[in-house]
């Protein structure tokens, strides 16, 4: 009777381990993504090519090119295109030379020459040509000496006045004093502060962000103002405008621009594709923790799981040794008194 209980136990701890060691096929790989996820902290980059793992394949790639085409978006499919060598994903050749045709220099400069000069002149944008030539006088003292009489005249007629142009407008024309007095040294800070003009007309900045920004230049917070810009300037430089905008709708205070600097840094030109295709998860982790969370709690489980079904199973095949007792001493000295 003993015998059978025995290897009842044995039989039952084994069956627990061998179903534990199933399990982990199962959760293992999650949780060593959810490991990867934990390394990668706050370099957006990794955390940009891990989620890309997951969601970008050769099908997605094809449509993401087709609709930008469709949508005469040039940069856009370029951006993938460039995405895709660097994953490996091939690319259909038909489908290349379109991008190519689509994001030559005579195509692009006969679409937006007039849109172009109607932003520059003005400011104002109503797509992309418009929104690159208002960009591009604000990178001139032009214009933030226009959007300043522009704020100005909303002022005189007692109609709102927006601070951060303000501020962003007075800060660009000393910025562009000393990039020509340093010969161009500070070129990243002055393209900086173009952009968040551009994403402030457009929208592209948020609330949070803009109230930080507003709140330090109000109050002449130099250090933290100049560093945040200085990520955007470098984000433009290193992806391009749009990439830059883009991104802008997913950084909600200022220390996050660094995280965008440094996927902007790492991506260069595949940078608007990443951020097209993976939006806020891009920069942080997002949706994925609580997936991370119920992959760790799975990981741990199953580990527990193994430890304990192995330590019953051992027991159990101890447990007929530890039974078979010695003669008590009562019982051995017996026949001597006897």
């Known amino acids: 009777m003993g015998r059978l209980i025995a290897m009842t136990r044995f039989l039952a701890a084994l069956s627990f381990l061998l179903a534990f060691a199933g399990a982990a096929h199962w959760v293992v790989p999650p ?3 959810a490991l990867a996820y934990v390394v990668a902290g706050d370099d957006a980059a990794r955390i940009a090519d891990l989620q890309l793992d997951r969601v970008l394949d050769g099908p997605r790639v094809a449509a993401e090119i087709e609709s ?22 091939p690319v259909d050749a038909g489908l290349r030379a379109r991008v190519t045709v689509e994001t030559s220099g005579a195509t692009q400069a006969a679409r937006g020459a007039g849109r172009f000069g109607w932003g ?18 604000d990178l001139t003292v032009w214009g933030d000496v226009r959007d300043l009489g522009r704020e100005g005249w909303h002022w005189a007629r007692g109609e709102d006045v927006d601070e951060l142009i303000v501020g962003l407008s007075a800060a660009g024309i000393a910025a562009t004093g000393v990039t020509y007095a340093t010969l161009g040294a500070s070129v990243p800070v002055r393209t900086g502060l173009s952009v968040l003009k551009g994403a402030r007309r ?4 948020g609330i949070r962000l803009a109230e930080d920004m507003t709140r330090l230049l109000r109050r ?7 560093r945040v810009v200085g990520d955007l300037g470098a984000v433009q430089g290193k992806a391009g405008t749009r990439a830059a905008l883009l991104g802008l709708r997913h950084v909600d205070e ?8 440094r996927l902007a840094e790492v991506k260069g030109g595949q940078t608007l594709a990443v951020l097209k295709t993976l939006g806020r998860g891009a920069l942080f982790i997002t949706e994925a923790m609580a997936k991370l969370a119920w992959w760790l709690i799975a990981a741990a489980a199953n580990l527990v799981g193994l430890i304990a079904s192995f330590n019953a199973m051992v027991v159990s095949m101890l447990r007929p040794l530890w039974r078979k007792r010695r003669p008590s001493l009562a019982g051995r000295w017996m026949p001597v008194l006897a």
């Open 68 to 89: 930008a085409l469709a949508a005469d978006d040039g940069e856009l499919a370029a951006s993938f295109v460039a995405l895709a060598d660097a994953r490996g994903i």
């Open 31 to 33: 949780g060593r993504e």
């Open 120 to 137: 520059f002149v003005t400011g104002r944008a109503d797509d992309l040509a418009g929104l690159a030539g208002a960009t591009a006088g």
């Open 202 to 205: 457009t929208g592209a900045i």
């Open 254 to 261: 200022a220390a996050d621009a660094a995280r965008l600097r």
């Open 220 to 226: 002449g917070a130099k250090g933290s103002a100049v």
